[in-house]
Nanobody
Framework: QVQLVESGGGLVQPGGSLRLSCAAS???????????MGWYRQAPGKQRELVAT???????NYADSVKGRFTISRDGAKNTVVLQMNSLKPEDTAVYYC?????????WGKGTLVTVSL
């Protein structure tokens, strides 16, 4: 019913940048708007945590650890959300997951690996 396709992960050196993209598709979008889109991450041995979210009104929310470095944006017409990550640090290494909220349900992508290392 809902498909989320993430792209943009990879290996980058500290201080570098990456751009993650998530495209949502499915028949549900002909009837319901996406309430919220966001990115979460899970590092090895740690719990999944919020990175950034953006709601249908454009209001954004960021984890303190990424404020000033990451920027989330969305294209409502295309049901896509983008996470621009700058000044990356080794501690940003994680699997990044896209999540959307639509019709009262949470949908998750399969994740994309971001590795920040020399």
């Amino acid at each position: 019913q809902v498909q989320l396709v993430e792209s943009g992960g990879g290996l980058v050196q500290p201080g570098g940048s990456l751009r993650l993209s998530c495209a949502a598709s499915g028949s549900i979008f002909s009837r319901f708007n996406i309430l919220e889109m966001g990115w979460y991450r899970q590092a090895p041995g740690k719990q999944r945590e919020l990175v950034a979210t953006i709601n249908s009104g454009g209001t954004t929310n960021y984890a303190d650890s990424v404020k000033g470095r990451f920027t989330i944006s969305r294209d409502g017409a295309k049901n896509t959300v983008v996470l621009q990550m700058n000044s990356l640090k080794p501690e940003d290494t994680a699997v990044y997951y896209c999540k959307i909220i639509v019709a009262g349900m949470n949908y998750w992508g399969k994740g994309t690996l971001v590795t920040v290392s020399l």
